[in-house]
């Protein structure tokens, strides 16, 4: 069994969770005149699930902390885990049993009843492996595996717009329990970054297209959803757009990335001192 420093090993058991999915049908009569077009009714009218008015663009920085900076109840849960995430990252392709991994704790205060981890194996320049870890801290879901690169090499969709790393990620958030409503920027950060990002969300340029969704960060009222958007302003090598879409009842449903259109500050410059 993979060791991580000094955390013990431990089996754990991980609920299993079940997920339907209902539909509706609606019939229509072939004798009957098509009927007039209907009104468009304003999302805060169709008693939608999703709180469509929603967007804290104050919401905490994600995080990515090292493994020693756990707090001492994370740190027993990890061990405690470690098994079972072994177990599923193996099951991922991920070559777990070799080489030597480092996890690091991705804080996303958006999803407070999970222990978020990413795990990394650097054996030098084109051979790094990743995958990111979600473990609920009250015990009432599964412990689950997202793979992000396998030795330097991205053979998982890529993971940010991966139907399997959507999934997962709504599973986690059904495992929330419920409670305030939730920053939707915030949950699109912790996307991001369970998805291999390390987001940061700047200040667009004084130049920037305000209607572009992306900058600032803003939520887009669809009739069926929303969209979320922001740029994070550190990705490699140029900043890169978030859009993520979101069904009437907040599920993720499709998530896209691309290089970003707009000017992004990353650093003020110093004004010269010179003439």
């Known amino acids: 069994m993979v060791r991580f420093g000094s955390f013990p090993t431990a089996f754990a058991l991980a609920a299993l969770g ?17 009927p007039p077009k209907m009104k468009v009714v304003s999302p805060k009218s169709q008693n939608m699930s999703f709180p469509w008015n929603s967007l804290n663009t104050t919401s905490p920085a994600i995080e990515i902390r090292p493994a020693d900076q756990l707090s001492q109840k994370d740190h027993d849960l990890l061990g405690v885990a470690e098994p079972m995430i072994a ?6 392709g991920m070559e777990f049993n070799e080489g030597n991994w480092t996890p690091r704790q991705i804080v996303c205060t958006s999803l407070p009843a999970h222990l978020f981890l990413r795990f990394t194996r650097n054996e030098g320049a084109g051979d790094v492996s990743e995958f990111s870890a979600s473990v609920p801290r009250n015990g009432q879901g599964r412990i689950r595996v997202i793979p992000i690169e396998r030795r330097g090499y991205s053979l998982f969709s890529p993971a940010p717009i991966n139907p399997v790393t959507i999934a997962a990620f709504n599973a986690i958030r059904a495992e929330e329990p419920p409670g305030e409503e939730p920053s939707w ?49 550190e990705a490699l090598p140029r900043p890169m757009k978030w859009t993520l879409m979101f069904d009437a009842k907040g599920k993720l449903i499709k998530a896209s990335l691309a290089p970003s259109p707009s000017p992004i500050i990353r650093r003020r410059p110093i004004a010269s001192a010179g003439p």
């Open 87 to 92: 177990e599923q990252a193996g099951l991922e």
């Open 18 to 34: 079940v997920f339907t999915v209902s539909g509706a049908a609606q019939a229509s009569d072939q004798n009957q005149p098509a």
């Open 185 to 233: 920027l915030g949950i699109g950060l912790c996307y991001a970054a369970l998805a291999g990002a390390n987001p940061h969300v700047g200040e667009p340029d004084s130049s920037s297209d305000p209607e572009d969704l992306a900058a600032p960060p803003s939520l887009r009222i669809l009739k069926q959803g929303a969209l979320v958007g922001f740029v994070d302003t």
